[in-house]
């Protein structure tokens, strides 16, 4: 019984670490969709970039992946800028009959990077053998007889601190600064913001390199716990689809609690499954969100509001 | 009059093209292609008229090849029986598609869809005693060694398709797919039931996928999770081929094989290009997302009129 409680809990701690994860990159996307209202299916591929020069900084000059946050970041941020400039702008002027170009534009972008990236740094599984990441924090170690035994990675708790301490400043960004408060409102309703004066044109360019640069900064802090291969983008690119439908559409604080949801969820099915089964696990939520709570989390939290 | 004419000749055409003598090789291409061209028009029907953009059709592609596969490796009969068997499968698979998808709108429907064909990958690799998992099932008695049945097969399903889509476009569904891809709040407070509309489109276009697909395992004798469930593969390749083609337009997906799967063989077999595939493929389809966004067939009037400037100036 002991055992199972043991189980139960660890699986849970890991959820919550991989869900903190999670939310970063979630976020990203669902800043992007609420304000630009395309979803940016080269969103995992972006990562990958970001873990690829975590990777190389590594390698190459030592430096830490949590200290290359500082140089991937700003580097995701300008190339979200470019991307978003010369190739996304102009696809919104073209009049065609599919209203969906941008979104097949960026599978475009996302297949280049990922072909690129295979031809360059070839297709092998790589990682960044740092110090820490064997070391971890054990329950007993606080509180000698613990009835149970639980452990922390040093490097995921390290990640996901980093993670919620990256979320709170882009809270205080969005909510403090005359820029995040832009942003919100060309999210909330793009004509009324333009009336007001926003510079919504601005605003999307500003958007699209803020949400680049999380997912980068959630590749760094990926980087120490995982491994890293060119055709990794596509399943976090999904993961943050999801993340985003079960938050509920252009929500942050919906994301969060979604990001930590799939999380957990994921590490249960990893754990009383087997690993193979947690995509589907990942889809299962996905549908249940779909089918009984459209509107995500955010409804919810929106309903508790008004009925007070 | 002369319409009909050219028709009847081009018909000929075809069904003499095995005849003229063309390599293994030339005839596995053009079967190729009008696999391509089959799927091609069905997402067109789906994603062209009715402008449901779909990035899962490998699901209904994977689920047709595999009620094929699965009907010879469990049952033992000819896995030609897939044929009709996988209409039935893969309607019904689209309508829980729809049921759950068809919530969702543009982009997001997309998303959706390209979710589930991912998920039906994960789960033929994981059903191991049904699927084979990641082995996969091999036909091993060819009903025919050459390709000229197998060219002849496939062009009488496509031909059906093609007339049948063509059917459906100018009988009054066609009218409706299209008023739901305009606008779906006017075409629902028109009268119009949008979803029970969305579903006939999306469940056609399933099963005409699904069909290729078990025409897929039959002309291949092999299939697997990675191949048939493949994203960049199918999905993607498929959404280009009409993109390329034109959208919404009747040829739109045939030319836009032909031009797809011969480039993708040329990349292919250049060993300096090979590996750079997808770039050139990304490449291509940003190219003609901003410059020719209704494709080849859709945009000729502008095609046409840039090349008569070029040949003045000239």
Redesign the interface.
Known sequence: MAIQIELFLQTLIAGILLGGLYALIGIGMTLIMGVMK??N?AHGELMMVAMYIAFWLFSLLHIDPYISVLVAAPALFFLGIALQKF?IN??LR????????Q???T??????L???A??FFSSNYRSTPVAYATQAFYLTDFWKDAPIELSLSMAWSLSFLIAVAITILLWFFLTRTDTGKSIRATAQDLDAALLMGVNVRRMRVVTFGIGCALVGAAGCLFLPIYYLFPALG?QFT?IA??IT?LGG?GSTNGAIIGGVILGIFESMTATYLGM??A??GR?LI??AA??FL?GGVASLLQSRKLGK | MKKGLSLIILLILLAALPLIGLSSYMMHIVVLVIIYSMIGMAWNLLGGYCGQVSFGHAAYFGVGAYTAGIIYSKLGVTAWWGLPFSVVVVTALSLIIGFICLRLRGPYFALGTLAMGEVLRVTAENLVKFTGGDVGIMIRERTWVGKTWYYYIILLLAIGTYLLIKKVIESKFGYYFVSIREDQDAAESMGIDTTTYKTVALCLSGAITGIAGAFYTNYMGYIDPKIVFSLHDISIVTIMVVMVGGVATYSGPTIGAIIMVFLAELIRSNPSLGAAHQTLFGILLIFIIIFLPNGIVGDFPKLAKIFKIGRVSS
């Open positions: 395309i979803i299916l190739l102009p696809v073209v009049e065609s009959i599919l209203p969906e170009n979104v097949i534009l599978v475009g972008i996302g297949m280049v990922a072909n690129l295979t031809i596509g999904l689809f999801v439908i559409l193979g089964w995509p589907v889809f996905f549908v779909l089918v459209p």
